[in-house]
């Protein structure tokens, strides 16, 4: 599929953190992404989700990853948080509830095309007994 996205990655960096370190673990789940230091943040962009994508059929989170971005879901797009920590890793950990102490990783995907939904169908694909389903099969 052929999608067009804007993806805005804001990531708060604390004194006691290494900004580079911070940078890998954005890198880790979105790598290409473009970041910029600013005064206590790095804000990136990047138009690619293949990676993360990737990340949540091996994690095997598909149903987590939609039901994040249903609930912060909008006509231009949906939004996101997720753990630094996990990233680092280059592991996806949604983060809900309370955000962690350190910061979340902040994620505001604006889609041009095709549809919302049509994006989040492909990166996050309906699972049915656990595996991914078309949507159009349904």
């Not at 804000?43 to 989700?49: R, Y």
């Not at 939609?66 to 996990?86: C, M, N, P, V, Y």
């Not at 592991?91 to 309370?98: D, R």
């Not at 962690?100 to 996050?124: F, K, Q």
Request: zero cysteines; a negative charge; aromatic letters at 6%.
């Amino acid at each position: 599929m052929i999608y067009s996205v804007d993806v805005r990655i804001e990531v708060p960096v604390r004194d006691t953190e290494v900004t580079d370190r911070v940078g890998d673990a954005v890198e880790n789940i979105f790598p290409g992404v473009e970041l910029d230091h600013e005064p206590g943040k790095l804000v990136g962009e990047t138009h690619e989700l293949e990676r993360f994508s990737e990340r949540l059929h091996e994690q095997a989170i598909l149903d987590t990853a939609r039901r994040e971005f249903a609930k912060r879901r909008d006509d231009d797009g949906f939004s996101f948080a997720l753990k630094k920590q996990a990233a680092f890793k280059g592991v996806v950990n949604f983060s809900v509830g309370n955000p962690d102490e350190l910061g979340d990783i902040d994620v505001r995907v604006t889609v041009r095309d095709p549809s919302v939904d049509e994006v989040i169908d492909y990166i996050a694909p309906p699972t049915e007994d656990g595996r991914p389903v078309d949507p159009n099969d349904r």
